[in-house]
């Protein structure tokens, strides 16, 4: 790092800490801290919290899953668009939450089940959530300190100090400040601030590496790969172990299921001006991942291609130089691709890429941490209180459990030592809650025969999974690093037959992602059996949803005028306006035309054999595909920069026009003060 690279770090985070300040003076309302007093706009949202849910722990997952992957995964992703945009469209679970107007999630299970229920999901979702948590700012450090080639020890007044947890310290005290400043409101304007330079830098960034590294060179080595394990042809990776098609699957599955159930970012799914105005922002979504998917995909990608082509042989050995001195197998897994990276950029763009990656760190750390302390006070403690408490006492509550999170995650991540990949220990610690949250969330919001004893027999039973998923994860990782099976107790089994339990594990054992394709159909179809076995009356959906003569004023957007048969079934009511509905055309167009070649790749893929010497024929014309398809998608990313920075400057001006002006009610916070109305 250069003076010029550490001038533009600073610079950033400066910038970051100036809106900080600035968004804090607007926050004045418990409704302002948990949810931005409800007044964030399509673009706002769309990049605020994509940049909040991207985080640099997630970067560096992707990198290492897409180094094993390549460029086969983003073959079968085009297939999880369509998926993606109905979702969208429709506002799948985003709408009808919004329109409930709930604070937090557990506050809706409360409304639509009980409160007993609010409770035990609100410490389920807490424990999970700091649990996935904790290894966020030990991903990250690492990361930092490996990238910027840190000393492994800092001198601070005559003191030697480790270098690991100064960082960590670093950031989390600094997210601490933003959530403390202004809780929602700062994460929505410093997560606009990052989302807008991490998109350019994305750009810029992916440009660089196209050109410096020859695509005969990216050829080359991407085509000899042995059988079983290509980068470019998605139908001959029958033997990548872990981030296969099956790996895939269960992801799509998860997108539908557990639409907003997982709590990371749970600020932002309340948010919204209006239900419309968040279907309107999931839309745009779908356009706002591209600068972050290009990268993602590329950059490990080209980073495989270095370390193996010879012409770059003195740059593999400073690498590897590198990695020999990680202890930690699956760190230096995770350390690959940054350290090739730092050794590839140029001045500048080593700075803005440092900077990226710190913002990428503080955004997703600012709303993990509001999430998680949000959660304990408004969904365990308050409710256990049984009254509200004045706003001035609900804020520092709120303030002061940041503080806690901040400090149990740091004693977390000092001590957690990491035995699988990132990807694996978010998908197993995330199925404690997610396993079955999207059953009763889908339940709750669509069904009006959902039960509180199906809600409860799904919670109990998807836990019990995930629970059993992680103690013999437990038992696995430490027969791999003793030899011993159920943590050594030879003893009482014996020598043998613990030896033939931990092999045994080893090979049949799901990992997390399989775990949580286990826990979600089982836990939709018991809420559903368990809810008819109990002859549920009818819940009245319109009250929850401020539907009809429930509704609520503010919420409604200007009426455009009923729209035709052919409007309605793309999904526009309404409330469409011309730009909303060209905006819905594009996305469908768009969509469908890469569904269409995905679906004759796949059927002309499948009618030709699967034999090794039969794909390899192949091989060139992937290989030209690619090429032409990541040119596409960076003249889509550089459009999409220009395009969500212009629309998001104009959201941040409407919101801070909105908190200064917008009468506050004391009552909107988040506390059941009726009994629920079903349960």
Request: glycine share 10%.
């Amino acid at each position: 790092m250069t003076p010029i690279d550490w001038f533009i770090v600073a610079c950033m985070y400066l910038l970051l800490f100036a809106g900080a300040m600035k968004a804090g003076r607007r926050m004045q309302s418990v409704a302002d801290y948990l949810s931005a007093g409800r007044t964030a706009g399509r673009y706002l949202l769309a990049i605020a919290c994509g940049m909040a849910g991207l985080g640099g722990i997630s970067i560096i997952r992707d990198f290492q899953m897409n180094y094993e992957a390549g460029f086969a995964m983003a073959w079968w992703g085009m297939s999880m668009s369509v998926v993606l945009v109905i979702l969208a469209v429709t506002g799948w679970v985003n709408y009808r939450f919004r329109a409930t107007r709930c604070l937090t999630l557990a506050e809706f299970f409360e409304r639509r089940y009980s409160r007993r229920f609010r409770i035990f999901a609100g410490l389920v979702a807490f424990g999970a959530g700091i649990i996935n948590f904790g290894i966020f700012p030990a991903v990250e450090a690492r990361f930092i300190i490996h990238f910027l080639h840190l000393p492994e020890g800092l001198s601070l007044g005559g003191i030697t100090v480790s270098t690991y947890p100064v960082i960590m310290l670093f950031l989390l005290g600094t997210a601490v400040c933003f959530v403390f400043r202004g809780g929602q409101v700062t994460a929505m304007m410093t997560s606009f601030l990052q989302g807008a330079f991490a998109n350019l830098v994305f750009v810029i960034l992916a440009v660089f590496l196209l050109l410096l590294i020859p695509w005969r060179q990216i050829s080359e080595v991407l085509t000899q790969v042995p059988p079983g394990h290509s980068k470019i042809n998605p139908f001959d990776t029958g033997y990548v172990e872990t981030f296969n098609f099956r790996f895939f699957i269960i992801g799509v599955m998860g997108v539908v299921y557990n639409a907003m159930s997982w709590q990371g970012t749970q600020g932002y799914n309340s948010s919204a001006r209006s239900a419309h105005e968040a279907k309107m922002g999931m839309v745009i979504g779908t356009w706002r991942g591209y600068p972050q998917s290009l990268l993602i995909m590329l950059v490990p990608i080209l980073i495989f291609v270095v370390m193996h082509h010879p012409s770059w042989s003195d740059l593999q050995l400073r690498v590897d130089a590198d990695l020999s001195l990680i202890p930690n197998s699956e760190v230096r897994s995770q350390m690959r691709v940054p350290i090739a990276l730092a050794e590839l950029l140029p001045t500048g763009l080593l700075g803005a890429f440092a900077a990226l990656m710190l913002c990428a760190s503080i955004s997703t750390q600012s709303a993990y941490m509001h999430s998680w302390s949000s959660i304990l006070i408004q969904d365990v403690i308050l409710p256990l209180r049984g009254k509200p408490i004045s706003p001035a006492r609900h804020l520092l509550l709120l303030r002061l459990s940041a503080i806690g999170v901040a400090s149990f995650t740091f004693v977390f991540a000092m001590f957690y030592e990491q035995n699988q990949a990132i990807a694996l220990f978010l998908a197993l610690t995330g199925a404690i809650f997610a396993g079955w949250s999207g059953a009763v969330i889908i339940g709750g919001l669509y069904w009006r025969r959902g039960t509180t004893q199906g809600a409860w027999a799904a919670a109990i039973l998807g836990i019990g999974i995930a629970l059993g998923g992680l103690i013999l994860s437990s038992a696995n990782a430490d027969y791999q690093t003793t030899g011993r099976a159920l943590w050594g107790c030879a003893d009482w089994l014996g020598a043998d037959r613990t030896a033939a339990i931990g092999a045994w594990l080893n090979q049949h054992l799901p990992n997390g992602q399989e775990l949580w394709g286990l826990a979600m159909p089982t836990c939709m179809t018991t809420y559903i059996i368990v809810s008819l076995i109990y002859r549920p009356r009818k819940f009245e959906l319109d009250r929850l949803l401020h539907r009809g003569r429930f509704a609520v004023e503010s919420d409604v957007p200007t009426t455009q005028g009923e729209p035709s048969f052919g409007w309605r079934v793309l999904g526009m009511n309404r409330y469409f306006t011309r730009r909303d509905r060209f905006l819905y055309i594009l996305t469908y167009l768009w969509t469908a035309g890469w569904v269409v070649i995905f679906a004759i790749g796949t059927v002309y893929m499948l009618t030709v054999g699967s034999s090794a010497d039969t794909w390899r024929r192949f091989d060139p014309g992937w290989m030209k595909f690619w090429q032409v398809y990541i040119w596409i998608q960076v003249g889509i990313a550089l459009t999409v920069v220009i395009w969500f920075t212009v629309g998001g400057i104009r959201d941040v001006v409407n919101m801070f026009h909105q908190l200064r002006t917008m009468k506050r009610d004391i009552h909107d916070d988040g506390v059941v003060r009726e009994e629920p109305s079903a349960g």
